[in-house]
């Protein structure tokens, strides 16, 4: 059984580079056909998909979200990590990661604020 697992600091400035890292056990990340995905969900609205890295390396991001984002991982360690850059108070969120096999970490919460 995949599990994943959120870490990353609670609290970026604003402006700041938001980095995320997902731990990835039971499985590994470059199994083929395998996706994984960052989403989130900022506080009374609805999940929002932010972009994926595939088995292959490959990556695809959320048009509105593309030109701050990069995902990328590691292999040697299983894990694959989030950078949103010049961060505003609009990204605080729960943040996920997710596999498109059904399997989603318990989510962390980032804020943003002074």
């Known amino acids: 059984q995949v599990q994943l697992q959120e870490s990353g600091p609670g609290l970026v400035k604003p402006s700041q580079t938001l980095s995320l890292t997902c731990t990835v056990s039971?499985?590994?990340?470059?199994?083929?056909?395998?996706?994984w995905s960052w989403i989130r969900q900022p506080p009374g609205k609805g999940l929002e998909w932010i972009g994926y890295i595939a088995y292959s390396g490959s990556t695809y991001y959320s048009p509105s979200l593309k030109s701050r984002t990069s995902i990328s991982r590691d292999t040697s360690k299983n894990q694959f990590t989030l950078q949103l850059s010049s961060v505003t108070p609009e990204d605080t969120a729960v943040y996920y990661c997710?596999?498109?096999?059904?399997?989603w970490g318990q989510g962390t919460q980032v804020t943003v604020r002074i």
């Open positions: 997710a596999g498109n096999r059904g399997s």
């Open positions: 039971g499985g590994s990340i470059t199994t083929n056909s395998y996706y």
